[in-house]
């Protein structure tokens, strides 16, 4: 039996769509309580934003000589609701695991299922979507047409389907330019910023070299002090991965029968053996995992996003 859920945007429009979804007195506390959550999370996020801004060396000194009632009122408790899971929030909130999963649906956006992520950063997640999401009017190619002219106008190149091998490290242990994977070639710069992603940036693209001679092993030191920061805060394990697939339909959006309000869908399909019980989305991300290709063959993919760009594009039935 399918049973379809509507997220609408704006406060109210989120609100009052999941009451009348869950009509019960305890569920709409509870959908009341997850509201108040995400005005929390979105009030403290700035004392989890200014510590990064701020001189390293002050930061330090509050962090290690005022104490944590004062540090938590001058970070607005951000690092306070950080420590709880998404899973913990949930489960203090209600017990009807239906509720739960609909309010962490949208958990596939950053990667890490409820019980492994913070509740602070799902609830900021969800309080941007409640608001209303953007799609850029004539679709996404838009986004580097008027972007690369801004780069090119500042003697910047923008480069495509130019792999990076490797960051450079300089003695002095900062990053210095990156190796293309292609030809070997190297790039200077004084900055360098990965977007490949934490695991990817320091298991994949930075070299801890040999600790023969002295530069090597400033720039072992350096690489191997942020590799433990980074193993410290993730266990040294990638987010989940997924794979896009793009189908092509001919035909417009109101002929192939789409929905205009309906503008994107998570699916959730239950996996294990028990299809008939509903279950978490912590216990069918993990029954999926555990039970590796061959399940997902025989079972199927627990958790699939779907949307159509030529619904939330304004332009699209004149540009095509």
Sequence with gaps: ETETFS?????????????????????????DAYIEECNKATRSSVGGIWPKLAPRWLVLLLYKMVPVRVWNFLTLDYFVHSRETLTETLNRLTDNDKLKTVLAYNFMDYGTIPKETSSTVHTL????????ASYPIHGGSEIPYRIVPTIQASGGVALTQARVREIVISNSGAASGVIMEKDGYMINAPLVISDAGVYNTFEKLLRVPSTEGNENGIQQDVITKVQKRYLCHTGGSP???????????????SSLGLDQEQRQYWLFTP????????????????????????????????VIFGSFPSVKDPQWDNKY
């Design 125 to 132: 997640c969800s309080d941007h979507f409640r608001l209303g």
């Design 7 to 31: 997220i609408c945007s704006t406060v109210e429009g989120f609100r009052k769509s999941l009451h009348k979804q869950f009509p019960h007195e305890k569920d709409r506390r509870a959908i």
């Design 271 to 302: 996996t294990g053996t028990e299809k008939k019980n509903f279950t978490t989305i912590d216990d069918e991300m993990e029954t999926m995992w555990r039970n590796g290709v061959e399940g997902i063959e025989q079972n199927g993919v627990s």
């Design 239 to 253: 987010a989940v991965s997924g794979f896009q697939v793009f189908i092509g339909l001919q035909g417009s959006a």
